[in-house]
């Protein structure tokens, strides 16, 4: 696996990221460690978790999981510093139970948010999950528009002042909000974020869609102007509706996509994934690998260890300048 810079830091991550959402409660242990043992041997590094996960797949899960399974895979195979370990704090629910049922809306309104106290509390408690003295990457997980960001960024850059974190990041935050944080930053000589982890894919976001988690053309522009800051892309392949048109029919996660420009995207896709033999979350994968302008990173999510496989395939697909423009150029109102 091939390595890019993170921003501007000099670290080398893996140009693909392993997300461990689900390890410790939908993914077993003994899957969770191959997965993990398997994306460390194929060359990769970025371990991404947060203290939020998962609390939701059932009934007793409290969103400690992740991060302490993390924490015995690294103590029992001593591989932390082969590990670019990413965590995050501003989406933990103090009583999931109570969080059960209810909507998302409803459910955003009881996250911890990224208060002083409540980073401070977060990063020491996460150290302790996983049974590290640091982590490499710190985000806040969800902008938290109630509290100052002055008070936010003064916390983290005295968590990264005391070793805590080497960088910190942001995730679900819209792009006027981002170069708000950098110009603080800037102003007051506290560390700028280095990544900004947001759900990006192939297809993009309906016209008219208001949406602080879905990169748009905006935050695009922003990106590649700004190439300190690196695009840590989330469902990068959207739960695989990619191979699965009935999925795409009946999936949730389609909404903020439906519309003529995903249909041509779509066709495009599926035509040139038939011509080179492969499916097309894989040629999604491959398609954002070769993102250079913003830096791109998919951020995987898998399940099963069949799941993980299928992911990191993509590795093996070879695209030329002439397939990577024509996905590029595919869209309802392309010229």
């Known amino acids: 696996m091939k390595t890019v810079e993170l921003g501007r830091t000099g670290e080398q991550v893996s140009q693909i990221a392993l997300g461990c959402m689900l390890m410790g409660t939908l993914t077993d242990e003994a899957s969770s460690v191959k997965m993990l043992d398997h994306y460390l041997d194929a060359g990769g590094n970025f371990v991404d978790t947060a203290n939020c996960y ?3 797949p059932s009934p007793g899960n409290t969103g400690d999981e992740s991060e302490e399974l993390i924490g015995r895979w690294l103590a029992h195979g001593g591989r932390r510093d082969q590990v670019f370990l990413a965590t995050k704090c501003g989406a933990r629910l103090s009583d999931p139970e109570e969080a059960r049922g209810k909507t998302w809306e409803e459910v955003q309104a009881r996250f911890e948010g990224a208060s002083p106290d409540t980073v401070r509390r977060g990063i020491d408690d996460s150290l302790r999950r996983l049974g590290t003295d640091h982590v490499d990457l710190y985000y806040v997980h969800v902008d938290d528009r109630s509290t100052p960001l002055e008070e936010t960024l003064s916390a983290l ?21 981002l170069e ?14 280095v990544a900004v982890q947001q759900q990006h894919s192939y297809l993009r976001r309906r016209a008219g869609l208001s949406h602080k988690s879905i990169v748009d053309d905006e935050q695009l522009d922003y990106l590649r102007t700004h190439d300190d800051l690196t695009l840590v892309a989330y469902s990068p392949i959207l739960k695989g509706v990619y191979d699965d048109p009935e999925k795409r029919r009946n999936h949730d996660i389609m909404d903020p996509y439906q519309g003529p420009d995903a249909e041509a995207r779509l066709a495009a896709l599926t035509e040139l994934a038939a011509e080179l033999g492969v499916k097309p979350n894989q040629l999604v994968l491959a398609w954002l690998l070769h993102q250079t302008s913003p830096t791109t990173v998919p951020l995987i999510g898998p399940r099963t260890l069949d799941q993980y496989l299928a992911a990191m395939s993509a590795l093996d697909v070879t695209l030329d300048a002439a397939h990577v423009e024509r996905l590029d150029a595919a869209g309802a109102h392309a010229p």
Not at 157 to 177: C, F, H
């Open 54 to 56: 998962a609390w939701w």
């Open 180 to 193: 708000r944080i950098r110009q603080l930053c800037d102003r007051h000589g506290w560390p700028a974020p």
């Open 157 to 177: 850059a005295e968590i990264v002042r005391a070793g805590k974190a080497r960088y910190v990041g942001w995730s679900n935050v819209r792009t006027w909000r």
